[in-house]
DNA sequence: TTTATGGTGTGATTCAAATCACATTACGAA
DNA sequence: TTCGTAATGTGATTTGAATCACACCATAAA
C-alpha cells in the first residue's frame, strides 16, 4: 500500500489519517499471466492500479479481431470505463500479460472517496485530465498516421512497452495487420 | 449567464453566492460563421462551452489535409486540450461553422474555481468521466469500423450533427475520404 | 532430447478505399 | 438574375495494406 500513498501524493499530499482512511477502499490482488481480470458481457466491478505487470484491455470484434484499447503497466489505471461508470456489462477484457499484482477500486468507493475529500476529487480529476490528453492524442495519430507514423510515435511514446509485449499485440494497439508491422520496423 | 448556471446544475446544485463567485470566471464571446477561436501556433488560453453554433476542432497533417478531432454543439466543451492543459503552443484550430457564441474560461480560473469548491471540483471531474468514455468508444469505432460501421455509428450518436454539417467534414472527423463516405450514405 | 506452441519474417495475391477527374447541384454575393 | 464558390455524386484508376501461405526460430513443457 504504501506504493499507493506515493502514487497519489504525486498529485496531493495526504496526512496519515486521510491515507488509513483511503486505504480501505482498495483491495490488493495477485495476477498471474494470462489470468483474465474482466471478461466480456461481466459486470464490471473494478477499476485497477497497477503496482506491477503488463496487461491489455481488449475486444474482439465480429469478425473475431482482437483489438487493443489500452496497454497498462506500473502505476497505470486500466478497466473497461465505459462498463464500469456506466455500469453496463463489459465490452472487453482485461488480461494479464506478465505476473504481477493491481489495486481494486470499486466504483462506489471511487465516488466515496471524491465526495469525502476534497483532495481525492482533486486526484481523479488531474488523473482523468492526463488520460483524456493522451487519448485525444491517439485520435490524432490513428486519424492521420499511416502505420509507419504510428509505430514511430508509439516507439517514442512507449519504449518500455516495446520491449515488454510482442509485436503483434503492438499491431492490435496501432490497428496494423501484424505483417505489416513486421515489415515496418524491419525498414526502420 | 443563466445557460452557464442550468448547465453546472445539471450536475451539482449551487447557492446563489457559489454561482456569482462562478460566473466571473467566465467571458462572453459572440462568433461569427467561418471565426476562428484558435489558430495554430497560438497560446491556447481558453477552454470553451458552446452556449450556442456549431464548430470544430482540427488540424492540418503534413500533406496538407485537414482531421477533425471533434465537432461541438450547445452544452459542450472544446479546445486543443493537450496545449491548453500543458500550456503549450495549439496544434490545432478552432474554427465556428454555424454564428453562435461561447463562453471562454482560463485554465487558471478553471483551477482556482476546482480548488475554491468542491463542488466544482467535482462537476469538471464529471464531465471529464463523459468525455474519456466518449473517447475511448471513439477509439473504438476508429480501430474496428470499417467506413460503412463508423458512419452508422456517427448517424446513431450524432443525428443532429449529421444535419448540421457538411458532409466532408464528417468524412474528415471519421478518417474516410469524401467520397468514400458519399457512396455509403447512398448505399443505406 | 524431442515436441509443441507462439512469435516473427517475408513473398505472392487480393481487395477496399484513396485518389484522380469530372459532372451536377445548391447557395450566397454582386 | 447571374456569377462564383462550395458541396456533392459518380466513374475509372491506382495503391497501400490486408490477407493468405509459408518458413524459421525461439521458448517451454514432456
Redo the contacts with the bound molecule.
Sequence with gaps: MEKLRQHIEQITPLTDEEFTHIQTFFAIKRVRKNQFLLHEGDEVKHEFLVLQGVYKVFYVDN?G?EHIVQFAQENWWMTDYSGYFKKKPANMFVECLEDGEVLCLTLYGREKLSADLHKMEHFFRVKLTNGYVALQERIRILLSG???QRYEEFSKLHPDLLQRV????IAAFL?????????L??SK
Design positions: 469478425e479481431k499511416n502505420p509507419q510482442p509485436k503483434k499485440l490497428g496494423v495487420s501484424r505483417e505489416t508491422l513486421s515489415r520496423s524491419g
